[in-house]
């Protein structure tokens, strides 16, 4: 999509006694400055000409407008602001229409709430998004919505941050009519000339006053929002904002109301939220421009291949069906390809048991699903996945097989977690078709989809990567081979850093709480329980022959294992799960064996304040995040910033672990380190590429320009 904005990116011109206002500022139409002034121009012009009965507002290309221009956000406001532009279409002395198509959101569904009729086509998409970066409507929305459509669908609207389809905006009355087709010029101008013809007024929003009328049912949708606002929020800022904004609506003059939400506005805009969220919205768009997804293009994917039908091959299969496609699963015998097959089915019939979805709906989806034991099933399909045993010497023989059986050009991926892609390549007699596809359990659910992208790969492998996570709705991220790629490499420093704190003196219910306050929907003890200790165990026995025997290692995961204390699938592990209960309870036992571990270490416990925990754990986490990208294995901090919030559960808010850094200061994270070095310096090593940024003052977002 072009990106250069056109010269002028508001034009106007009369057609009959309409003044047609074209919004043309690629990609989606955002209000940057120039819009807004051609805004108040074309405003001006209207009132100047006398044969301009009333005024047309339509986008070019595929959008109304997308809403204000967030790349504005933080930098020096330019005038003229978006309430004052909103404020001059209103107060056109000519009815105005909005002919709405595409997205209407945040800002463009505020230039159409301030004009006086409104037209939405099938494809229009309307909403008060702001939430979701971390603000609220700025231009009158709070003001403006609820004296359109009520408290209780304002709110709705502005709390969630959703779309609404043409069909809705027009049942809660956002809308006066609905177009037909795809040609709003068309439809608006229909519309404009039958409301010329007819004498139409102006109607002003700031004046509606019918939606608010029942005061009483009004005040009782606003206060139901904050009781519910206050238990769901979990720390956010500005859905608070957006009620109290709401508020003066319901009980304050139209300007007052604004003079209000301006104040509030600019709190969000200060708040280091709105940075976060703003950066995530940014960081997740980035992530799509890998090197090879500009330089080459990426194979068909028509059909697919998975090898395994455990947990992860079931999910994946899922994913794939889900986006259409055909699958072929491969087990080793029919026992275990029964069982996939039933993990399978066993995702559709809890859609089923839920009411989201129909018996039919799942026999055409299991319709496109095949299960054989022969590989040669594989013969004809575009792409493959293995998934089976973390194992080098199976994934070899697997690997084997397929490039014996597989057509010329299929893609063939692994999804393994730790082990050496290029290895697993060069086993095969074409390594340039081989790539990690590192999906997250359950695969199904998970969006992130590490990108995984060994030496000998070729460019177009790489590239069929990314057009299969966007067939499968995933969040792609590409990295680099290393031990664990970015998530998992980082995951297992900073999981190391809160077992240290653990034998240390912190309860592991004091660490999960820290993490929890932090942002995190779970703390890692609580993350092993649901995942699974066994899973962590193997790999610690799989790795106990290459540790550095000089590195601390403290043994408590260990002594629950050997208890055969997994988690929540045995009914206990860090926590204990009375009766299949999904949260757990702290455990005295575990407790017990903390400190019988801290005696054998000969550790005196001391207490952390959850500051301390969180102190330790985010300078672990963040070292790490900048030794991924010294070593590559991240393009930028803003891939391991995505990594974490699609596949660990980041908080959005902090915008990722490298973001997080950033807002603390570098120099404020390294002297921590160094400060804990003093005590481990062999775990505490600083990460060369933070001691660089700090020496020359630059943070981790400098880094974050496109490759
Ligand atoms: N301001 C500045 N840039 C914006 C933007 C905005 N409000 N909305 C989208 N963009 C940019 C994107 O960053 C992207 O840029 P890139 O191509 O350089 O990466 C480009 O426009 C296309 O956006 P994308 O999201 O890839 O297109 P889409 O067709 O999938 O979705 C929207 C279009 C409008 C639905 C989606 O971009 C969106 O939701 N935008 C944000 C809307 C919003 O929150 N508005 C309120 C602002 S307060
Ligand atoms: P699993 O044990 O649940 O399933 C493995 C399946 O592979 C079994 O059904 C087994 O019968 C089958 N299998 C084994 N050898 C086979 C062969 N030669 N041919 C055909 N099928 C064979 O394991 P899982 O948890 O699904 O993990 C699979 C892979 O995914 C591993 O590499 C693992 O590291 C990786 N992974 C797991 C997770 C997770 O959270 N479980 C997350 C990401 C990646």
Redesign the pocket.
């Known amino acids: 999509m072009a990106t250069t904005p056109s010269p002028q990116p508001v034009t106007f011109q009369r057609q009959a006694d309409v003044l047609v206002v074209t919004i043309d500022n690629p990609p989606v139409n955002a209000l940057g400055v120039d819009v807004r002034r051609g805004l108040v121009a074309a405003i001006e012009a209207a009132e100047a000409d006398g044969a301009a009965a009333a005024v047309l507002l339509v986008g070019a290309g595929r959008n109304f407008i997308a809403g204000a221009d967030i790349r504005e956000f933080g930098k020096p406001p330019q005038q003229p602001s978006l309430p004052e532009v909103c404020g001059r279409i209103e107060n056109c002395s000519k009815p105005v229409v909005a002919a709405i198509h595409g997205a209407a959101l945040g800002g463009g569904l505020e230039i159409a709430l301030s004009a006086h009729y409104r037209l939405a086509l099938p494809s229009a998409k309307l909403g008060l998004p702001e939430v979701q970066l971390g603000l609220m409507p700025g231009a009158g929305g709070t003001q403006r919505a609820p004296r359109l459509i009520g408290v209780k669908a304002a709110l709705d609207l502005m709390l969630s941050g959703r779309h609404a389809g043409a069909k809705e905006a027009l049942a809660i009355g956002l809308v006066d009519r609905l177009g037909e087709g795809a040609d709003a010029l068309a439809e608006g101008l229909a519309y404009a000339q039958a409301l010329a013809v007819a004498k139409a007024p102006v109607r002003r929003t700031r004046d509606a006053s019918q939606a608010l009328a029942d005061k009483d049912a009004q005040r009782a949708a606003l206060e139901a929002a904050r009781a519910d606002t206050a238990k769901k929020s979990r720390g956010l800022f500005s859905p608070m904002k957006i009620i109290e904004a709401t508020e003066a609506a319901l009980s304050q003059p139209f300007d007052q109301g604004m003079a209000l939400e301006r104040k509030l506005f600019l709190q969000c805009v200060d708040s280091p939220q709105r940075a976060g969220l703003i950066h995530a919205f940014f960081a997740e768009r980035e992530v799509l421009k890998a090197p090879e997804t500009k330089a080459a293009k990426p194979r068909p994917i028509e059909s697919c291949g998975i090898?395994?039908?455990?947990?992860?091959?079931?999910?994946i299969a899922v994913a794939m069906l889900d986006a259409g496609l055909p699958v072929t699963m491969?087990?080793?015998?029919e026992p275990?390809l029964a069982?996939?097959r039933a993990h399978v089915e066993k995702v559709y019939d809890g859609l089923i048991g839920k009411g989201r979805m129909t018996a039919e709906a799942k026999a055409a989806v299991m319709a496109r699903f095949s299960g054989s034991t022969a590989y040669d099933a594989l013969a004809k399909v575009d792409l493959v996945v293995?998934?089976?045993?973390?194992d080098m010497a199976?994934?070899k023989?697997?690997f084997a097989e397929l490039d014996r059986v597989c057509k010329a050009g299929a893609v063939l991926a692994?999804?393994?977690?730790?082990?050496d892609i290029d290895e697993i390549a060069a086993g095969t007699s074409r390594p340039g078709d081989v790539l990690g596809l590192?999906?997250?359990?359950p695969?199904n659910i998970m969006k992130l989809l590490e990108i995984v992208v060994p030496a000998k790969v070729s460019a177009d492998v790489v590239a069929t990567g990314f057009e299969l996570a966007k067939k499968l709705k995933k969040t792609p991220v590409r990295a680099g081979v290393c031990d664990g790629f970015i998530g998992n490499r980082i995951l297992a420093v900073y999981r190391q850093a809160a077992d240290h704190m653990m034998e240390d003196g912190a309860s592991p219910y004091q660490i999960d709480k820290a993490v929890r306050d932090f942002g995190y929907p779970m703390g890692p003890f609580q993350v092993s329980d649901l995942?699974g200790g066994d899973?962590g165990w193997a790999t610690r026995k799989r790795k106990a022959a290459t540790r550095d025997p000089k590195a601390r290692y403290v043994q408590i995961a260990d002594r629950i294992c050997e208890r055969g204390w997994f988690g929540q699938k045995t009914g206990r592990g860090y926590y204990l799960y009375p009766e299949g209960a999904r949260t757990g309870t702290p455990d005295p036992e575990v407790e017990a064996i903390i400190d019988a571990e801290r005696r054998r270490a000969g550790i005196t416990p001391r207490s952390f304040t959850d500051e301390e925990i969180m102190r330790r754990y985010m300078a672990a986490m963040i070292n790490e995040g900048a030794n991924v990208v010294h070593q590559r294995i991240a393009l930028r901090p803003l891939d391991v910033d995505v990594t974490f919030l699609y596949g660990y559960g980041f908080p959005r808010h902090r915008g990722g672990p490298m973001k997080y850094a950033d807002t603390v200061g570098l120099p404020k994270v390294l002297a921590d380190i160094r400060e804990f070095a003093k005590e481990d310096p062999l775990f505490w090593q600083p990460s060369p590429l933070l001691v660089a940024l700090v020496e020359r003052g630059a943070d981790f977002s400098s880094l974050d320009q496109s490759e």
């Open positions: 090898v395994g039908g455990g947990t992860m091959g079931a999910g491969i087990e080793r015998d275990s069982r996939g293995e998934a089976v045993f973390e199976v994934k023989a697997v692994t999804n393994t977690s730790y082990l590192h999906f997250f359990s695969a995942a899973i």
